[in-house]
């Protein structure tokens, strides 16, 4: 039967045939399927059987339309869910709490399957996990603790880039190396380092015939550019984030593309691994005949540019789901009550090396109609054993504040 992908987070094409984690959700006006945690603040989670769900595509939302701020005026600790996929959270990696989202949830119910920030800061003694998703204990994840400032007090921050602070659309590609590359991208263009290398090394198109980069730059007689390198601006329907992606993995995998980044960031060689990607993930394991070879990487290079530009711009999901993350966690107003007023780990300890997390923040979140006490400020003396709900036991002991 037929399985057509096409999601706001850019991926689009037969079901069948990506690789896809997490569960889908069809669109009852397109009939196109969506990754049912790519919807915003989990609104395609748990629902009904007879409910409706109207994709993106179908249904824009309102340029001012947010679901982080729909938030009930009073919640107590034991209403904090972390129960929707595509919602924001905080899961534990040692003793810091770092954001999330919630891609689904095992049969078990014992864990979630999630999507680190992929702008976390992870200390040394653990790998890089910024770009990848793994398995959570549910008692190593929490909301935003809405309007719970005992818990918030509980728990020490791990450091992240805030999500006001991340460049958007060109400028993330000139900043490719703060967006690590996944696995699966690793996987597919692993095996084609030195085809990539012999084109990096002769920039010359009439070197490289079989590449349809190659043949457009001989058909169109360009020229290299006053950097040696031959600019190209196609990219498919690639969003800002595998572009960045792919360019992290070339600069870091191809021998010679950290001395030459004009010659190929933006130019022929990344165009190619572009091509290389898009191939794969329409064929598969592309063909060991030269013929058919060609025929795939000619395919995929018309893809290249005839989506170039065309249609619904991608969504960067994980931005805007940890945007809404933040501003639950942050925002300091009546509705907020005590814990809106910079409560994270207050009795637990500084944040990971004294990162100061309210620094930066968008000013509008501290709506500034509510008094303060001074005594929301005081950091508890006593060493006591706690157990909060999705929380482990631990000790709560600090007599400073490092980051106020």
Wanted: charged letters at 25%; a negative charge.
């Amino acid at each position: 039967s037929e399985f057509p992908i096409n999601c706001r987070c850019g991926v689009n094409g037969d079901g069948h045939k990506l690789q896809m984690e997490g569960a889908t959700i069809l669109c009852d006006d397109c009939g196109n399927w969506s990754h049912v945690a790519c919807q915003r603040g989990g609104q395609a989670s748990n629902l009904g059987k007879k409910a409706k769900f109207v994709c993106d595509f179908c249904n824009p939302p309102m340029p001012w339309a947010t679901l982080s701020r729909v938030q009930p005026s009073r919640r107590k600790y034991a209403e904090h869910r972390v129960d929707r996929a595509g919602k924001g959270a905080l899961a534990r990696r040692g003793k810091y709490w770092y954001p999330v989202r919630l891609i689904q949830l095992d049969n078990s119910q014992s864990s979630w399957l999630v999507q680190w920030w992929r702008l976390c800061m992870f200390p040394p003694e653990y790998p890089t996990l910024m770009s990848k998703r793994e398995p959570i204990l549910l008692e190593d994840l929490v909301d935003e603790l809405w309007n719970d400032k005992q818990h918030r007090r509980k728990i020490r921050l791990g450091h992240w880039v805030h999500a006001c602070d991340v460049p958007h659309d060109e400028d993330l590609i000139e900043r490719f190396q703060d967006v690590p590359f996944p696995d699966d991208v690793h996987l597919v263009l692993s095996s084609h380092v030195d085809e990539l290398q012999t084109l990096l090394k002769d920039l010359h198109p009439e070197s490289h015939p079989d590449h349809p980069v190659s043949q457009y730059l001989l058909k169109k007689e360009q020229r290299a550019d006053s950097s040696g390198g031959y600019s190209i601006k196609f990219y498919g329907n690639l969003s800002i984030i595998e572009r960045a992606q792919v360019a992290n993995w070339f600069f870091h995998n191809i021998p010679g593309a950290q001395q030459t980044i004009h010659l190929w960031l933006g130019c022929s060689p990344l165009a190619h691994a572009f091509t290389l990607l898009i191939a794969h993930q329409e064929f598969g394991q592309l063909s060991t005949n030269r013929e058919e070879r060609s025929r795939q990487l000619q395919t995929a290079w018309e893809y290249l540019v005839e989506r170039t530009g065309m249609g619904f711009n991608p969504v960067d999901v994980d931005h805007e789901c940890l945007s809404a993350l933040e501003e639950r966690m942050f925002t300091d107003s009546v509705e907020a009550g005590a814990a809106g007023n910079q409560q994270w780990g207050l009795d637990a300890g500084s944040h990971q090396n004294g990162w100061n997390p309210y620094e930066g923040l968008p000013s509008h979140w501290n709506v500034g109609d509510r008094e303060y006490s001074e005594t929301e400020l005081k950091v508890s003396c006593q060493t006591t054993s706690v157990l909060i709900p999705c929380l482990k036991t631990f000790d709560l002991a600090w007599s400073s504040l490092q980051w106020r």
